[in-house]
């Protein structure tokens, strides 16, 4: 089976810190994905990874990067933490960069509260 | 005007009554995921398809690709059932991208 980890399941943290985001996959995947998830607005893509150290912005990029030094590790950072980044976080993973249609792979997520 | 539109946004059932979740996209896919996502947060996939139907257990999910409209079907609803179930659209671009509806939350009540 597939396992995607990430670091923690809930996470505290005050406006202005650095806060970093980890996500493990266990099966050789390509790919790799950071979301948010808010209510009334679903799932939105962050950034994601199809290879080691590359990574291409998603659809709300602001505020966030990412580091992808390992092929089963995929960061994102909150430079500087706003109220706003108050969120569920979830990170995925896919098998191939070329492949169509892969089935992607979800982590438990992060619940992120920023005061 | 969402690129991936699901209705019903909430369904509540009485156990063992047949469920149709719908979900129509605007955008060209290679293929259609229907995802589980139980409380606490945990998102499990259940079907990818990119033509005609597939079965798994009580889980039904069609498509009709001229339409740009798939249904998830769950048949003898169970209370374990209750979950938000959200279709995406996979747009068939490289590292096979997702665009997300919003989800639908079905409650099955004994």
């Known amino acids: 089976d597939v396992k995607v980890t990430q670091s923690s399941r809930y996470l505290v943290k005050r406006t202005g810190e650095k806060v970093f985001l980890e996500c493990v996959q266990d099966m050789d995947h390509e790919n790799m994905f950071w979301y948010r998830q808010d209510p009334g607005l679903g799932l939105r893509l962050i950034y994601f990874s199809y290879d080691v150290k590359m990574k291409e912005k998603g659809d709300i990029p602001e505020g966030y990067s990412v580091s992808r030094e390992k092929k089963e590790r995929f960061s994102l950072i909150l430079e500087s933490a706003s109220t706003n980044q108050t969120s569920m976080y979830l990170c995925?993973?896919?098998?191939?960069?070329?492949?169509?249609?892969?089935?992607?792979?979800f982590g438990p997520g992060t619940r992120l509260l920023v005061l | 005007k969402n690129e991936v539109e699901q209705s019903p946004q909430n369904l509540t059932a009485q156990e063992g009554e047949f469920i149709t979740i719908n979900c129509s996209y605007s955008v060209g896919i290679s293929a259609l995921h229907w995802l589980q996502q139980h409380p606490g947060g945990g998102i499990v996939s259940l079907f990818m398809l990119s033509s005609g139907k597939k079965k798994h257990g009580r889980l039904i999910a069609t498509i009709n690709i001229q339409e740009k409209h798939s249904s998830l079907h769950i048949t003898a609803s169970h209370p374990r059932d209750s979950a938000v179930y959200i279709c995406?659209?996979?747009?068939?671009?490289?590292?096979?991208?997702?665009?997300f509806g919003e989800g639908t939350q079905l409650t099955v009540n004994p």
């Open positions: 995406a659209a996979d747009n068939g671009a490289s590292g096979s991208r997702l665009t």
């Open positions: 995925a993973s896919s098998l191939l960069r070329q492949s169509l249609g892969e089935t992607q792979y």
